[in-house]
């Protein structure tokens, strides 16, 4: 039996117009989602197929994204520039523009914007590849050995999360918003009392 559901969200174009976009969801089985996203006036919307997730590409709009460790491992800080070197390669590749990031030891957040929507994806598998295969063999060794059958098999690295999030930031309240969680979430997990205090942070220093 085919469950449909339908829901509407408002998302601003270019010019700050309000604009409403229809999504309908078919779910045909456990194991596939189509997702039908309706294109309105100037906004560009990508039709999505994927299994049991769907993301979302708008041209020029900016990105939150959330990268994860496998298992939270505290590994990011005590390799920041090797993590450096990444970013730095992924933009020899991909054209996009960080606002705000902060990097804390098994994870990191910041508001990426695309020239291309459609490539943030890549630049994030592109950070990750780059991160993964610069590590000492020693580490990524004990990563694997953390991993379950079904990602062995599917030779997974074990060093992060297999998925991101991502959250496409609708307007300057959503934007703030995000900056503000961004500048304060080292003081979130303790790490430090003020966030002036974390260097790893664009809002103190590039991390």
């Known amino acids: 039996m085919h469950n449909i559901i339908q829901s509407m969200f408002v998302v601003l174009s270019g010019d700050n117009t309000l604009r409403y976009t229809t999504i309908q969801i078919m779910i045909k089985s456990k194991n596939m989602t189509i997702c039908y996203i309706f294109n309105v006036s100037s906004l560009s ?7 049991n997730y769907k993301r979302i590409y708008l ?17 990011l800080i ?20 960080i606002d705000a990031i902060v990097i804390l030891p098994d994870h990191i957040h910041m508001i990426l914007t695309p020239k291309y929507p459609q490539e943030y ?3 994030i598998t592109h950070i990750k590849r780059s991160f993964v295969y610069g590590l000492d063999t020693s580490l990524k060794e004990k990563a694997k050995l953390h991993l379950s059958t079904s ?12 998925r991101f999030y991502e959250h496409t930031i609708r307007d300057e309240k959503d934007w703030l918003e995000k ?12 790490y430090v009392d003020t966030w002036e205090a974390w260097e790893y942070s664009s809002f103190t220093k590039k991390p």
């Open 59 to 75: 041209d020029g709009y900016s990105y939150f994204i959330t990268m994860v460790t496998q298992g939270r491992n505290p590994i």
């Open 179 to 190: 900056m503000h969680y961004i500048q304060h979430n080292a003081v979130k997990h303790t």
């Open 121 to 123: 994806s890549k630049i």
């Open 151 to 162: 990602g062995y098999q599917r030779k997974l690295s074990g060093i992060w999360q297999k």
């Open 78 to 97: 005590d390799n920041i520039a090797l993590l450096r070197d990444s970013f730095k390669r992924s933009k020899q590749r991909y054209h996009y523009h």
């Open 45 to 51: 919307v990508l039709l999505l197929t994927m299994s």
